[in-house]
């Protein structure tokens, strides 16, 4: 069974910057793609950004490419989502997840459905 615990959220202020980890544990950690979704306060999940398994590839929300940048550390089974230039509406709860799925395409993981396991979600707040 996979196990993913996500840290590093937090009150921050607009323009400042965090980091988030997710700790994987349970499988072969290079056999998933990983990906972080966030969910503001009433509204829906939603993705933020993938690295798939088999090339590293990335891909990412229009609402966070060229402020986020997702990567793994197959030394320590982890996976980080640095977040610059944060932005009130950045502020949500987000998720760390891990896929199963063989797809070498980016596309596909930007659907929750292709995920199988999440992590409990870790706080970020951003005010103005």
């Known amino acids: 069974q996979v196990q993913l615990v996500e840290s590093g959220g937090g009150m921050v202020q607009a323009g400042d910057s965090l980091r988030l980890s997710c700790a994987f544990s349970g499988r072969t950690f290079s056999s998933y793609t990983m990906g972080w979704f966030r969910q503001a306060p009433g509204k829906e999940r939603k993705f933020v950004a993938t690295?798939?398994?088999?090339?590293?590839?990335?891909a990412y929300a229009d609402s966070v490419k060229g402020r986020f940048t997702i990567s793994r550390d197959s030394a320590r089974n982890t996976v980080y989502l640095l977040m610059n230039s944060l932005k009130p509406e950045d502020t949500a709860v987000y998720y760390c997840?891990?896929?199963?799925?063989?797809?070498?395409?980016?596309?596909?993981?930007?659907?929750?459905?292709?995920?199988?396991?999440w992590g409990q979600g870790t706080h970020v707040t951003v005010s103005s």
């Open positions: 997840a891990a896929s199963r799925a063989a797809y070498s395409e980016s596309y596909y993981y930007t659907h929750q459905d292709v995920y199988d396991y």
């Open positions: 690295i798939v398994w088999s090339n590293g590839v990335t």
